[in-house]
């Protein structure tokens, strides 16, 4: 009885396995523990790699918890719709970002640079609308069978999030990897507010943290991001 208890209480108090779905442009993750959940969903249309990418490591889709999304736009929001509809799990995202998900526009950021301005036209502007939990302050996934963390901080959208788990620091599109150079940490494309965004990388890069895995290019190492925040 007493093992029994003890397998029990260490199942949630692992964190939890990081497997990638998918080699697409964005990274798409799933957490897996007790439970499965999912971060990010690419472009419309992706909803088929998630799938797919659940069914190579073997993941039954009934083991699917939730939906983490870091932020709206339609590179990471994209399958959200018909994952949700198809999964029946709720969506979590930063509540800033809630009404851009029902509304199925991408949430403001601006190019960072010309080429990014020039880039940004061919990036979809729309994406099935879904309803959204909205997460207002930093919250456990337990509840979903996950020993992580999700927290709202802004930066590159209003309601962007950054994810924990264990030694794992998800950090969306608050940075990048390089295009040639992966592991070299970038400026992202868009960003609403450049010094926010890098702020709440360095906030949330603490001394636990061995990866760092943008949505695009990665993964990072923490050196490489202390060194690219310092600059
Ligand atoms: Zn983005």
Do not use: C, W
């Not at 709440?200 to 895995?213: D, R, S």
């Amino acid at each position: 009885m007493i093992a029994a208890l003890f397998v029990l209480g260490s199942a949630l108090a692992a964190p939890p396995e990081v497997i990638e779905l998918g080699r697409g442009y964005t990274h798409l993750y799933a957490l897996v523990g007790e439970g499965v959940v999912i971060v990010d969903t690419g472009y419309p249309g992706d909803d088929v790699a998630v799938l797919k990418g659940l069914a190579e490591a073997g993941i039954a889709e009934d083991k699917v918890t939730a939906i983490v999304i870091t932020h709206a736009h339609s590179d990471h929001t994209g399958g959200a719709a018909a994952l949700a509809a198809r999964l029946q799990v709720p969506v979590l995202m930063g509540a800033g970002d809630v009404p851009e998900a029902a509304q199925g526009v991408n949430a403001e950021a601006s190019p960072t640079s010309s080429r990014a301005a020039f880039m940004s036209r061919f990036f979809p502007e729309t994406f099935d609308t879904f309803t959204a939990t909205p997460v207002n302050a930093p919250m456990s996934l337990a509840e979903y069978g996950v020993d992580a963390q999700v927290s709202p901080v802004g930066g590159h959208t209003e309601g962007s999030l950054i994810v924990t788990a264990g030694t794992t620091l998800f950090v969306g599109d608050l940075i990048r990897g390089g295009v040639m150079r992966r592991k070299a940490p970038r400026l992202h494309y868009y960003q609403l507010d450049i010094a926010a965004a890098h702020a709440a990388v360095g906030a949330a890069l603490g001394p636990e943290v061995t990866v760092v895995l943008p949505a695009h290019g990665g993964p990072l190492t923490p050196e490489a991001v202390r060194r690219f925040l310092a600059d």
